[in-house]
């Protein structure tokens, strides 16, 4: 299955549309996960308290954890998240907060390193950003170090395109090269 993590808000999304062309190039199931339409409750200390009450008592099959059951059991996965004031919109923030369970898509080594208990073999992470300036660190850098080293997913790749906003760019023709590309290269 290809988790296809939506954190695109504008019907328009440039972002969108080149996570489309990625999918289209993708062989398997999609189990499309629009972020704007889930409700990710404020983790505050009571929500914590709970959460690791959870944990301890093993009950990793309680609601609380779907998101983090079923991000741990895709084959691969697809973030679309555009570039947005350094980083990606919040509602990915509030995701990977919930997603980020130990038992469930990572534990520690007895040395107190994170071990990834993740199945999926790749993620495609997704964006465009209005200037030719996104450095990676904030968005990409970061989904690319939880993969690695708390996911134990470690093909990360990024597809972007920039300068999208840029007086007298041409942004149709940008992300036309860009599908063009995501295309040939058949992923």
């Known amino acids: 299955m290809i988790l296809f993590i939506d954190a695109c808000v504008r019907k328009e999304s440039r972002t969108k549309r080149l996570a489309e062309a990625c999918l289209k190039c993708l062989d398997g199931e999609i189990c499309h996960l629009k972020l704007e339409e889930c409700s990710f409750p404020l983790l505050d200390g009571e929500l914590l308290e709970k959460r690791d009450t959870l944990i301890a008592a093993g009950a990793f099959d309680h609601d609380m954890f779907a998101h983090a059951r079923q991000f741990a059991e895709a084959d691969e996965i697809v973030i679309a998240a555009p570039y947005w004031d350094y980083s990606f919109p919040a509602v990915l923030k509030q995701y990977i907060e919930h997603?980020?369970?130990?038992g469930i898509t990572f534990e520690y080594t007895p040395e107190g390193v994170p071990k990834g208990l993740c199945r999926a073999h790749r993620i495609?992470?997704?964006s465009t950003a209005g200037g030719d300036w996104a450095p990676n660190?904030?968005?990409f850098g970061y989904i690319k170090a939880l993969a690695q080293d708390y996911y134990g997913i470690s093909d990360v790749r990024l597809i972007e395109a920039t300068g999208l906003d840029i007086i007298g760019a041409d942004a149709e023709a940008i992300l036309q090269n860009k599908i063009k590309i995501i295309n040939e290269e058949a992923l």
């Open 99 to 102: 997603i980020n369970v130990v």
């Open 124 to 126: 495609w992470y997704v």
């Open 137 to 139: 660190q904030y968005g």
